[in-house]
């Protein structure tokens, strides 16, 4: 195995898959493992030629594919008790890069104290992302940038449409900066506007995209209900 780096996705679920899948896509050197030999059987013939079986918590046989420039990826969810060990046992080959699956806020915090370099915590995220989409039908898509701070696209309100960007001020009233103005056609064809459209008057055919906290986000969302 090259011992330059490569990206190290451990456990297939189906958070796993998307990872790997997405790394492979953009012709990044992933390894991906498993301890289900028929799920890295069936991996292989979609075309990840490094596919392991093994059980990722013996160091002895996680040392043999992993060193210590690799990106690691714990995305197991199903024991965090596994997790914790494959994550000790990544620190002992000298791995710094380390991303591992938490389910619990518990989790987060364990993982903290062990220095990992960011915890992911997927269903809290999906099941937020979806509920804010779901409360506000102006809400087009939402996505946490950073922690607490968010970019999402939201109809432009009614009570805007002819008025623009300039002329509404998000930024003093709802303490937002909209990054850009996306505008959708009669023929589902969408064209987005990064420069220049400050000046633009809304209608009901436009989308702002929004950068801020998402407290002010749902505000403004709000108006456009």
Sequence with gaps: MSRTHKYVV??????????????KDHDMDVVIIDKNKDTIDELRQEGFYHAVTMNATEISTIRR???????????????FESNIL?????????VTKIYSRATKQIHTLILKNMEVVQTLFPEQYAGRKFALE?????VKFISEYAPGIYISEVTAPKQYWNKTIIDINVRKSFNLNIVALKETFENGEEK????GFENTPLNAS?????FGKEE???DFARQAE
Excluded: C, W
């Design 65 to 79: 594919f992993v060193s210590p420039e690799d990106t690691v990826i714990v995305a197991m969810g199903e024991s």
């Design 192 to 195: 987005i506007y990064a420069l």
């Design 134 to 138: 779901l409360m506000y039908s102006s």
């Design 206 to 210: 436009h989308t702002l995209i929004l």
């Design 10 to 23: 451990i456990g297939m679920g189906a958070f796993g898959r998307e990872i790997a899948t997405t790394l």
């Design 216 to 218: 002010d986000i749902t």
């Design 86 to 94: 494959i994550v000790a046992n990544l620190q002992k080959i000298g």
